[in-house]
């Protein structure tokens, strides 16, 4: 289900983009989730934890350096900051309009913030990287990719079967 986030639309699947742990505050969920109710309501009280603590993951763009394409990946690929695992790519696909290919990532929040440099494992090699905010449209204007990104781009992500197919389409 697609879901207004900031002024933008993302989808992603639960199990595809998401693992058992995750919960809405490391999806930037915040502005949906409801504090505000009974204490008898099933997880609230979990909810209210993390929404003290804040929560141990974010979700991040990750936009890999080069111009050779991979193939589209729905497993979650490791991804290092100074040779240690901080976290996962959980899609990748070729973004047509940037030329890149680009996906979600579920970070640490406490060793990753967007601008880090970062190396993926996928196909059995190690890919240079950069973590972004989400969506790509205005984290990639501060970067100089063949001229300005205008206003008119639009995010789109696509399902199929209930997996999420990539992280956008531009």
Partial sequence: TPIPLNGWKADWSWG??????????????EPYVDLDVDDDVIGIAALRRIKEEGPKRHLLGVLLDGEDRVEPSFHWLTVFKDGLPVG???????SYRLERNIGFGLMQSDKTEAGDRVTVQAYGDLHDAKLVNLPFIYALSAFALDGPIGPQLTIRTHSALGISAGAACL
């Fill in 88 to 94: 996962h790519m959980t899609n990748i696909t070729w």
């Fill in 16 to 29: 595809g983009d998401t693992d058992d742990n995750t919960n809405p505050f490391e999806l930037g969920l």
